[in-house]
């Protein structure tokens, strides 16, 4: 899924959770509900002016867990988040029915984030493993060499 699909259901899923759960708006309640650990879902919007006044909220969901998604602008947000004014950011406390597009999100966004897992090759974890042995064994030597008074 593209960035583009992804905004289109972080829209989808602001506006049905306006209606049927509770948001947040403005970036002094995101911040709080996300420091608060109550947001589901957090938007914010990329024309924000100076983007100092949100820049914080990206690292603050990184560190909180909590999904987020840039959206283009504060107009499309602030509609779908029926406001007749543009907002800057917006945040789902109570999904509501919104909760399948959040979960689409999530799933989307640690699907995208997952690294790419290299095994080792086999013979090479098995040799890791004799050497520990023979270090714990070596160990093991000492401890019985040493003279007990």
């Known amino acids: 899924m593209t960035d583009e699909n992804i905004v289109n259901k972080a829209y989808e899923a602001i506006e049905i959770a306006s209606k049927t ?13 996300i420091e608060r650990g109550s947001a589901k879902l957090v938007l914010v919007a990329g024309d924000v002016n100076p983007p100092e006044v949100i820049m914080h909220i990206e690292p603050l ?4 867990n909590t999904p987020y998604v840039k959206v283009p602008n504060r107009e499309e947000l602030g509609a779908a988040a029926n406001l007749n004014i543009p907002t800057s950011s917006v945040a789902i406390i109570e999904m509501g ?3 399948i597009a959040i979960k689409e999100i999530v799933a989307i966004q640690t699907k995208e984030a997952e690294p790419e ?33």
């Open 21 to 33: 759960g509770k948001i947040k708006k403005g970036t002094n309640e995101v911040t709080k509900a």
């Open 61 to 64: 969901c990184k560190e909180k």
């Open 117 to 149: 897992v290299k095994e080792e090759p086999k013979e090479e974890k098995k040799e890791e493993v004799k050497k520990e042995e023979l270090k714990e064994e070596k160990k093991e030597e000492v401890k019985k060499e040493e003279p007990k008074e």
């Open 97 to 99: 029915d919104s909760e």
